[in-house]
């Protein structure tokens, strides 16, 4: 595998089209973020309060369409819950609104586990 197609893998990106992947794992995540993305935690204020990103915004899943007034347009979305479910929800529903969104698959764990910060 060649230098540009471990790039891609790892940001998500395919040759076919160029467009972030629908879910990502928790290490390209983190380099999405790293890179530039913002970061969206769709959980419950409760689980929030729990332990939460310190980069991320907080909307929860029943409020994300008023989500991109407090995200940047320019630049790409990891949406972040407890597992991967709601945020597969959350980033469809942000990709019908016009934003590139890609749900974390494994939720905050996975965040944590490929070195991601977590304050609590």
Do not use: F, Y
Not at 7 to 12: S, W
Not at 59 to 70: F, G, Q, W
Not at 102 to 117: H, K, R, V
């Amino acid at each position: 595998m060649s230098l540009r197609d471990t790039l891609a893998r790892l940001l998500g990106r395919t040759d076919d089209d160029g467009a972030l992947r629908p879910t990502v794992d928790g290490p390209t995540a983190l380099q999405l973020v790293r890179d530039g993305a913002s970061l969206l935690d769709v959980r419950e204020r409760s689980e929030w309060n729990a332990g939460h990103a310190p980069q991320a915004v907080h909307v929860p899943l029943a409020s994300v369409a008023d989500a991109p007034r407090r995200l940047r347009k320019d630049a790409p979305v990891v949406v972040m819950c407890a597992s991967g479910m709601r945020s597969r929800t959350a980033a469809t529903q942000l990709r019908g609104l016009g934003l590139q969104a890609t749900s974390l698959s494994g939720g905050i764990g996975a965040w944590q586990a490929a070195g991601g910060a977590v304050r609590r």
